[in-house]
């Protein structure tokens, strides 16, 4: 069965501390995966993507992650956690063309920031 | 980047009554379009595939009669709640994407509560 798990609902770091948010995910075929943020009543913003090639992505807002295939993860890192980094995050998997298959989203991560 | 917009991004109706929210590609042609339902604190859940044309591909347990999907242009993309009832009340995100992209591009959403 296809499915992604976030096993952390909910996480609190200093502003300032480093971050990393978990994702498990178990998929038929080649997986193509994807971190989201969602900021509250908002839509998603793409943060990364992985499809091939380099296993350490880089993404927008200093965030990046770790493709490991051996451990069907995919985490999200960041070293600095600002106040504004605040907010929900999915971790999804999907097919190549976007267009031919449907994202399955984990439950989601809620990241709260202490000053 | 690709945008994707909706309309209208808050509404509020009365039990009974048929709401309809658009989806727009604004900057690209759209042949697959998503629509999506998330609950407070929860995943993003699928309820149909629309590919421009073709009639929706609703995911198990969504009502067709209910959910009524239109895709009649490759930048529009329509989805009317018939007959909402307080239990419709929820966000709903549409995404976009097309078979050169390899990823979904997200509209910010439309929160709909039901009285």
């Known amino acids: 069965a296809q499915s992604v798990t976030q096993p952390d609902i909910h996480i609190t770091v200093s502003e300032g501390a480093s971050l990393e948010l978990r994702c498990n995910y178990s998929y038929g075929a080649t997986p193509y995966l994807f971190w989201y943020v969602q900021s509250p009543g908002q839509g998603l913003q793409l943060l990364l993507k992985y499809f091939s090639g380099d296993t350490l992505v880089q993404g927008i807002k200093g965030f990046e992650a770790e493709f490991k295939r051996s451990q069907s993860s995919f985490n999200l890192r960041k070293p600095s956690v600002h106040w504004s980094d605040a907010a929900e995050y999915f971790c999804?998997?999907?097919?190549?063309?976007?267009?031919?298959?449907?994202?399955?989203f984990g439950q989601g991560t809620t990241l709260q920031v202490k000053p | 980047g690709a945008v994707v917009s909706q309309h209208p991004s808050w509404v509020i109706c009365k039990s009974g009554t048929s709401v309809k929210i658009e989806c727009r590609s604004l900057?690209?042609?759209?042949?697959?379009m998503f629509w999506y339902r998330q609950f407070p604190k929860q995943s993003l859940m699928l309820m149909a595939t629309s590919n421009e044309g073709s009639k929706a591909t609703y995911e198990q347990g969504v009502e067709k009669d209910k959910f009524l999907i239109n895709h009649a242009s490759l930048t529009l993309s329509t989805l009317t709640v018939t007959s909402a009832h307080p239990e419709d009340s929820s966000f709903y995100i549409c995404s976009a994407t097309q078979a050169a992209y390899n990823e979904q591009f997200f509209g910010p959403g439309t929160r709909l509560t039901v009285l």
């Open positions: 999804a998997v999907g097919p190549y063309s976007s267009n031919t298959g449907k994202l399955i």
């Open positions: 900057d690209f042609q759209a042949t697959t």
